[in-house]
């Protein structure tokens, strides 16, 4: 930036976990920022509403990284919980414990959307140069002028000038759809043919959890899976993933009596922990699980996309909103190293971006199928253990891929790339063959994987205060 000129002014849309990460990188860089968001401002909702209506997270990482870089992870640990690792619920009842990494630094940290936006909307509004608009939904951007209309509640609109635009307003992104008007731009979206439900796991009387707080929990039957969050207050949220048509669908499940069979069946711990089983499986809406891919990310240096805005995954990674926050990073990077020349900047940051979120999107996709069917598999635990056990062995050379994508910052293409090497290589040296042929190794193997769960600590969650 010049020095005499008065700094550049932003235009952010949608102040979600990306928006608002930006709004604090983008204020600190001294620009002129104006971050509008169609919804309520959520600083005013009360702590009551925050856990009934927020969606939980795993704040992984990468996330982490970014959040310490803009100064606000410590606010954000607050108000988390750290998993060590996944319970898995077996259909006859049996748990047992999977650490999400080979040391204790390699755990996730579960939090609710809503209470990491306000953090992060709190820091951002304490800058002069920063202000937030809430109530105000973008209808149209002018690409090439920079400016966009915003509708307030109330009906009124406004058209805002700024020097470029943000859009970090999601999946179905408004700015992406004007940024690429008669454009000759690469859009892909596709839909699972599952969807997605909530039901809350209250704490037991006195606040103490039902299940292990620390830990995730998992429920997968191969076609139909629940994945559980820890929150502050002892309760969790579970959400319930299952095709939206088919002999075990939401389809099917429509009245009271179909619900509760449906569970006793296919998850019969799970009627003890929810109370009003059928009336929230019944009330709550059904999400739909979209992803999508896009090209450009920019418009010369006047708008330029982040976040869901220019790649949403399925959640089955948990990594959706930490490669959000990551996007912002190297964002910030790259316009701290072209501070004369933003489109030189954005160009560089969707080099840096795009082939990464691509991978991001296949890992995904692949990781769906380990949690609904085979994280309960005898072979996948043995490889999961084998693969700790070259971790340990050769930590430089050999790192699973579960720990590269989520505990690491490298590069999610470069993570899928070294996986398939790795493949390759215990594919040459027979390993899958002999998981397969061995039992009496697999049942050992079987042995060491399934901790039982008592030996996982259940103290109630103090996040640590700092993150390196
Ligand atoms: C069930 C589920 C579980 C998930 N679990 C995880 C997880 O464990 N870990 C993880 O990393 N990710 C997870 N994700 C993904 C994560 O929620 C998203 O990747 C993340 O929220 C994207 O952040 P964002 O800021 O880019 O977009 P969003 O969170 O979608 O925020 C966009 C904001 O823009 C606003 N907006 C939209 N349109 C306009 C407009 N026209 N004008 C003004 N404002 C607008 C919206 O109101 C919203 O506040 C999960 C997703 C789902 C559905």
């Given amino acids: 930036m010049t020095t005499n000129a008065a700094p550049p002014r932003a235009l952010i849309v949608g102040a979600g976990p990306a928006g608002a990460l930006m709004a604090i990188l983008l204020g600190r860089?001294?620009?002129?920022?104006?971050?509008?968001?169609?919804?309520?401002?959520?600083?005013?909702?009360?702590?009551?509403?925050?856990e009934r209506r927020s969606i939980n997270l795993g704040l992984s990482h990468r996330?982490?990284?970014?959040?310490?870089?803009?100064?606000?992870?410590?606010?954000?640990?607050?108000?988390?919980?750290?998993?060590?690792?996944r319970v898995i619920h077996a259909s006859d009842g049996r748990l047992s414990f999977q650490p999400y990494g080979s040391n204790e630094r390699e755990i996730l940290y579960s939090i609710s959307r809503i209470a990491l936006n306000r953090e992060l909307?709190?820091?951002?509004?304490?800058?002069?140069?920063?202000?937030?608009?809430?109530?105000?939904?973008?209808?149209?951007?002018?690409?090439?002028?920079a400016t966009a209309v915003f509708r307030g509640d109330d009906g009124r609109t406004e058209r805002v000038q700024g020097d470029f635009v943000v859009g970090a307003d999601g999946a179905y992104s408004t700015v992406r759809q004007w940024m690429h008007r008669n454009?000759?731009?690469?859009?892909?979206?596709?839909?699972?043919?599952?969807?997605?439900?909530?039901?809350?796991?209250?704490?037991?009387?006195?606040?103490?959890?039902?299940?292990?707080?620390?830990?995730?929990?998992?429920?997968?039957?191969?076609d139909a899976l629940i994945v559980?969050?820890?929150?502050?207050?002892?309760?969790?949220?579970?959400?319930?993933?299952?095709?939206?048509?088919?002999?075990?669908?939401?389809?099917?499940?429509?009245?009271?009596?179909?619900?509760?069979?449906?569970?006793?069946?296919?998850?019969?711990?799970?009627?003890?922990?929810?109370?009003?089983?059928a009336r929230e499986f019944l009330g709550h809406p059904?999400?739909?699980?979209?992803?999508?891919?896009?090209?450009?990310?920019?418009?010369?240096?006047?708008?330029?996309?982040?976040?869901?805005?220019?790649?949403?995954?399925?959640?089955?990674?948990?990594?959706?909103?930490?490669?959000?926050l990551e996007d912002c990073l190297v964002l910030d990077d790259q316009l701290g190293r072209h501070p004369a020349d933003r489109q030189a900047a954005f160009a560089a940051y969707q080099n840096a971006r795009k082939a990464n979120t691509d991978a991001l999107l296949e890992l995904v996709k692949d990781n769906f199928d380990e949690l609904r069917d085979t994280a309960n598999q005898p072979t996948f635990v043995a490889r999961k253990k084998l693969d700790l056990l070259l971790h340990r062995l050769?930590?430089?050379?050999?790192?699973?891929?579960?720990?590269?994508?989520v505990h690491t910052t490298m590069p999610y293409a470069e993570a899928l790339r070294r996986h398939r090497r790795q493949e390759r290589l215990l594919r040459r040296l027979g390993v899958d063959a002999v998981l397969a042929l061995a039992l009496p190794a697999l049942v050992a193997a079987r042995r060491l994987a399934f901790r039982p769960v008592r030996g996982v600590p259940s103290a109630k969650a103090r996040p640590p205060l700092t993150h390196a």
């Avoid at 006047?302 to 399925?314: F, K, S, T």
């Fill in 29 to 50: 860089r001294g620009y002129r920022v104006d971050a509008y968001e169609r919804r309520a401002d959520p600083r005013q909702l009360p702590d009551a509403d925050v």
């Fill in 63 to 85: 996330g982490i990284t970014a959040l310490t870089r803009a100064g606000v992870i410590d606010d954000v640990m607050r108000t988390a919980v750290r998993a060590k690792g």
């Fill in 121 to 145: 909307i709190r820091h951002a509004d304490r800058m002069e140069n920063v202000r937030f608009h809430f109530g105000m939904r973008c209808d149209e951007v002018d690409r090439d002028a």
């Fill in 183 to 222: 454009e000759r731009a690469d859009f892909h979206q596709e839909y699972l043919d599952w969807g997605y439900k909530e039901l809350l796991i209250p704490a037991a009387p006195g606040g103490s959890s039902r299940i292990e707080l620390e830990a995730l929990h998992i429920w997968p039957r191969g």
């Fill in 228 to 277: 559980s969050h820890p929150n502050p207050d002892g309760s969790h949220t579970a959400t319930v993933f299952l095709p939206w048509e088919g002999p075990r669908s939401f389809a099917t499940l429509q009245t009271e009596t179909q619900v509760m069979r449906f569970f006793a069946e296919a998850f019969p711990d799970v009627p003890g922990l929810v109370p009003e089983l």
């Fill in 286 to 324: 059904t999400g739909s699980l979209v992803a999508t891919r896009t090209a450009p990310w920019h418009h010369r240096d006047r708008c330029v996309l982040v976040g869901d805005g220019c790649h949403a995954v399925y959640p089955f990674y948990g990594q959706g909103m930490n490669a959000g």
């Fill in 394 to 405: 050769f930590p430089e050379r050999w790192i699973p891929l579960y720990t590269m994508v």
